[in-house]
């Protein structure tokens, strides 16, 4: 069970913005970076956004991270059919044992 | 171009055994934590074990904790997971992944992964 819950589904128009909310607890997203991953159909995931806010080489700018206190978001402009996805958060967990947790995923469909 | 490829996947019965590898190249491998993750067939990810970059510290999900052991050869370049006691849940595509954090002599797997490997599946089916 994901302990980092996000919405099932978003959807607009290419050339729109979305934005996808990923909740967590002080234990995850408050006291960790939080990761976003996207997976395009039938291929491994790829890394989208690292410690809250960057990009790694090659993701273009059009992706962008942000993060306040237990949520985190991800903001996707310029939507384009190519973006059609499951994304996924990600972050560390200090309870208990630690260990790595990935959020219910999020897919997107361009209209 | 680096490059993660995974082998080692296949049928086993509930009870069995499976060793995965992975085969890392394009990057230096001892500058890196390494993980494994998870995808039960239409499901999302789950995380499933790391390990820092001469394996002094290894962690691993609740539900694999004692069954499931990852370990790595810096010396080829190789990371594994050697899966004992299998369970129809462990059923799923595994994926070989990077970690990305902080540098040696760092005790972490990665603050997060990239890039990651095809996946290999595992099917535990009697």
């Known amino acids: 069970q994901s302990v980092l819950t996000q919405p099932p589904s978003v959807s607009a128009a290419p050339g729109q913005k979305v934005t996808i909310s990923c909740s967590g607890s002080?234990?995850?997203?408050?006291?960790?970076?939080i990761s976003w991953y996207q997976q395009l159909p039938g291929t491994a995931p790829k890394l989208l956004i690292y410690d809250n806010n960057k990009r790694p080489s090659g993701i273009p700018d059009r992706f962008s991270g942000s993060k306040s206190g237990t949520a985190a978001t991800l903001g996707i402009t310029g939507l384009q059919t190519g973006d059609e996805a499951e994304y996924y958060c990600?972050?560390?967990?200090?309870?208990?044992?630690?260990?790595?947790?990935f959020g219910t995923g999020t897919k997107v469909t361009v209209l | 171009e680096v490059q993660l490829v995974e082998s080692g996947g296949g049928v086993v019965r509930p009870g069995g055994s499976l060793r995965l590898s992975c085969a890392a190249s394009g990057f230096n491998f001892d500058d890196y934590g390494m993980n494994w993750v998870r995808q039960a067939p239409g499901k999302g990810l789950q995380w499933v074990s790391g390990i820092n970059w001469n394996g002094d510290n290894t962690v691993y999900t609740d539900s694999v904790q004692g069954r499931f052991t990852i370990s790595r050869d810096n010396a080829k370049n190789s990371l594994y997971l050697q899966m004992n006691s299998l369970r129809t849940e462990d059923t799923a595509f595994y994926y070989c992944?990077?970690?990305?954090?902080?540098?040696?002599?760092?005790?972490?797997?990665?603050?997060?992964?990239?890039?990651w490997g095809q996946g290999i599946l595992v099917t535990v089916s009697s």
């Open positions: 002080r234990s995850n997203i408050d006291n960790n970076y």
């Open positions: 990600g972050a560390w967990d200090s309870s208990r044992s630690a260990s790595y947790v």
């Open positions: 992944t990077r970690g990305i954090g902080p540098p040696p002599p760092s005790n972490s797997p990665g603050h997060c992964f990239g890039p």
